[in-house]
T-cell receptor, first 111, second 117 residues
Framework: RKEVEQDPGPFNVPEGATVAFNCTYS??????FFWYRQDCRKEPKLLMS???SGNEDGRFTAQLNRASQYISLLIRDSKLSDSATYLC????????????FGKGTKLSVKP | GAVVSQHPSRVICKSGTSVKIECRSL??????MFWYRQFPKQSLMLMAT?????????EQGVEKDKFLINHASLTLSTLTVTSAHPEDSSFYIC?????????????FGQGTRLTVV
């Protein structure tokens, strides 16, 4: 299994749709996880941190399944402005370690 | 506002020349900074970890003599691409992690798009 692996995408969804992205990781000792958002030709920006079973922030919900080494990101009522690439990120070697990025899943929300 | 500032945002250079990219943490001290490279439609790939006051740690396959890293102060790390070639054309991004409360968040510079002609 790769260190961090994500759904290949792209996801093309209409406005208002609910969309979910999946991510698997190989290091069972990992304790913290992150979802970053990257717009085209821009730097990544933190969307959500996941330290326990999950996290919710408005329309965004991240869930963690340690047994399956699996993280998901759910976006409800998607907006045009949600169009971006979503990166699953896992620190290597503990919470202070290097961040290892998944390849990202591209989301396009259409009117 | 920006927490990590990277400069320049875009640079075009001739093959064989060197390019220096700066990364500054603006309101915190960073003993460690990270340099990433991203090719089109690819993920961010960690190149090296920059350590203040000591040598950088390079990822496997990254030439330390080609990508010179200097972290002379707690707020500045520089990446110099020496003898640049067209295959070095890429998006280079630096990152620094800031601890606030019990959490640590990684902030990224705006990135530098390097084109070697």
């Amino acid at each position: 299994r790769k260190e961090v692996e994500q759904d290949p995408g792209p996801f093309n969804v209409p406005e208002g749709a609910t969309v979910a992205f999946n991510c698997t990781y190989s290091n069972s000792a990992s304790q913290s996880f992150f979802w970053y958002r990257q717009d085209c030709r821009k730097e990544p920006k933190l969307l959500m941190s996941v330290y326990s079973s999950g996290n919710e922030d408005g329309r965004f919900t991240a869930q963690l399944n340690r047994a399956s080494q699996y993280i998901s990101l759910l976006i409800r009522d998607s907006k045009l402005s949600d169009s971006a690439t979503y990166l699953c990120v896992v620190p290597r070697g503990g919470s202070q370690g290097n961040l290892i990025f998944g390849k990202g899943t591209k989301l396009s929300v259409k009117p | 506002g920006a927490v990590v500032s990277q400069h320049p945002s875009r640079v075009i250079c001739k093959s064989g020349t060197s390019v220096k990219i700066e990364c500054r943490s603006l309101d915190f001290q960073a003993t460690t900074m990270f340099w990433y490279r991203q090719f089109p439609k690819q993920s961010l790939m960690l190149m090296a970890t920059s350590n203040e006051g000591s040598k950088a740690t390079y990822e496997q396959g990254v030439e330390k003599d080609k990508f010179l890293i200097n972290h002379a102060s707690l707020t500045l790390s520089t990446l110099t691409v020496t003898s640049a070639h067209p295959e070095d054309s890429s998006f280079y991004i630096c990152s620094a992690r800031r601890r606030q409360g019990g959490n640590t968040e990684a902030f990224f510079g705006q990135g530098t798009r390097l084109t070697v002609v």
